[in-house]
Antibody, heavy 118, light 108 residues
Framework: EVNLVESGGAVIRPGGSLRLSCAAS????????MSWVRQAPGKGLEWVSG????????AYADSVKGRFTISRDNAKNSLFLQMNSLRADDTALYYC????????????WGQGVLVTVS | EIVLTQSPGTLSLAPGERATLSCRAG???????LAWYQQKPGQAPRLLMY???TRATGIADRFSGSGSGTDFTLTISRLEPEDFAVYYC?????????FGQGTRLDIK
């Protein structure tokens, strides 16, 4: 069974930094691209960042470019999101998701981790 | 970026009825690169459809998708109680990936 478990969420002051982690199991991690998708309270979904299978190709939403960095450790089946210069509008539930077909759509999701910037 | 507009914002129907959800793109979505997701309260999204009309693994055949270019539709032929949720479309034909704002499907 595919399982994605996020961790690292917290309440953080504006301007602060936070690192999210996602532990993957139940599938061959390094065969898949991975992404982070967030959802502000009561709002819709927003794609944040994606990374290909070996970490050689990354992409970011304009809203986080230059502040967030996605990475992965295939030996530890883990995905990360380093978030710097956090702002109030980064407050959201952050989902780790498994990408399919060059990380285009997402067929498995974690339960999410809450980041509150206040 | 491609803006996706979903309509209606809320749809109130009874079990057994047919639901038609619309997703309109601000510009053409390349190669029908559109997916649909279902999200229930307190849960993560679940993939329903990709390539506009291909059901994901395990998705009931009462769900169907159609469309091309700028207009896409998700149809649920006969609503079951577990279908009442929020539905999102997502395009992946052009970077960045974008989602619609969602359609809430409520029990009437």
């Amino acid at each position: 069974e595919v399982n994605l478990v996020e961790s690292g969420g917290a309440v953080i002051r504006p301007g602060g930094s936070l690192r999210l982690s996602c532990a993957a199991s139940g599938f061959i991690f390094d065969l898949y691209g991975m992404s982070w998708v967030r959802q502000a309270p009561g709002k819709g979904l927003e794609w944040v960042s994606g990374i290909n299978w070996n970490g050689g190709n990354t992409a970011y939403a304009d809203s986080v470019k230059g502040r967030f960095t996605i990475s992965r450790d295939n030996a530890k089946n883990s995905l990360f999101l380093q978030m710097n210069s956090l702002r109030a509008d980064d407050t959201a539930l952050y989902y780790c998701s498994r990408g399919v077909d060059n990380n285009n759509w997402f067929d498995a999701w974690g339960q999410g981790v809450l980041v509150t910037v206040s | 970026e491609i803006v996706l507009t979903q309509s209606p914002g809320t749809l109130s129907l009874a079990p057994g009825e047919r639901a038609t959800l619309s997703c309109r793109a601000g510009q053409s979505v390349r190669n029908t690169y559109l997916a649909w997701y279902q999200q229930k309260p307190g849960q993560a999204p679940r993939l329903l459809m990709y390539g506009a009309s291909t059901r994901a693994t395990g998705i009931a055949d009462r769900f169907s998708g159609s469309g091309s270019g700028t207009d896409f539709t998700l149809t649920i032929s006969r609503l079951e109680p577990e279908d009442f949720a929020v539905y999102y479309c997502q395009q992946y034909g052009s970077a960045p990936i974008t989602f619609g704002q969602g359609t809430r499907l409520d029990i009437k």
